[in-house]
């Protein structure tokens, strides 16, 4: 029988694949049989030796998706091998913080990493799937995209940006056979919110993890593999008939009201 969710044969990026939710998505990539580059700024968790000492086909690319000029020249390599199916577009970084207290270099550089770098990344993608006669676009978003929690103003503000860049290319590429959907995760457990909660919250570490869990309905928060399990059937041929959408992945974070 044929196997479901089967990506043999393509060749898949994604980026800010050096931790937490891309690499559990350039993991779980190859394993349903792609190549995939990983792309991050540097390699020191060495997911592509993992990957490859577990049989699985990837190499990793030093880059930093908020400079044009290293985009684009990574792209190009990466598209001299072949055809690129499948852009994963999760790099992006966090900032707390309201309004008034986000100062102009903060909110800089907030967009220039998680709006300017999904643009980039576009920008020089878009064209070598047109001419390879299609492919795959997946940004990861954020329950910020379309809801507000204290405090995320420049997070969300990017995150909103990332999920209207989401519909505008589905529909500017669909003749192109280009489709181009979201992820908007919740809470997900990494250790960058091991690492935060330790620092900023020493000796609370148990409580601060049970409120951050609470916050969902379903009563925890995400592991990265479920993020990239939704991940996997987005950019498989399963989802042919899916274009233009936003995922949530949120343990009904957005939709339901907690009881008391």
């Known amino acids: 029988m044929e196997k479901k969710f089967s990506l043999e044969g393509k060749r898949a990026i994604v980026t800010g694949a050096g931790s937490g939710i891309g690499e559990a998505i350039g993991v779980n990539f190859a394993q349903a049989g792609a190549f995939v580059y990983l792309l991050d700024i540097n390699d020191s968790t060495g997911v592509a030796d993992r990957i490859r000492q577990s049989g699985g086909a990837a190499t990793f690319c030093a880059c930093d998706v908020s ?16 055809p690129i199916d499948i852009l994963v577009n999760n790099a992006g970084i966090a900032h707390i913080g309201s309004a008034s207290e986000t100062d102009p270099k903060a909110f800089d550089q907030v967009l220039q990493v998680n709006v300017y770098g999904v643009y980039h990344c576009l920008h020089a993608v878009l064209p070598y799937m047109q001419k ?31 999920l209207t860049m989401t519909y505008s290319v589905a529909l ?35 409580e601060m993890l049970h409120k951050l869990s609470s916050d969902h309905p379903i009563g925890r928060m995400a592991q990265p593999s479920e993020i990239a399990d939704l991940a996997l059937f987005l950019c498989s041929d399963e989802s042919a008939f899916i274009t233009g959408s936003n995922h949530p992945i949120d343990g009904g974070f957005t939709k339901l009201v907690k009881p008391g």
Do not use: W
């Not at 400079?67 to 072949?82: K, L, N, Y």
């Not at 192109?176 to 900023?200: E, L, M, Q, W």
């Open 67 to 82: 400079i044009q000029q290293e985009v684009d020249a990574t792209m190009a390599t990466i598209r001299s091998d072949g």
């Open 132 to 162: 390879d006669g299609g492919g795959v676009i997946l940004n990861i978003a954020s329950t910020l995209s379309s809801v507000a929690i204290p405090r995320r103003f420049a997070y969300g503000a990017s995150k909103g940006a990332v």
């Open 172 to 206: 500017d590429y669909i003749e192109d056979h280009i489709r181009c959907n979201a992820i908007s995760p919740g809470r997900v457990h990494t250790a960058f919110v091991d690492g935060y909660i330790a620092k900023n919250y020493p000796g609370r570490e148990q």
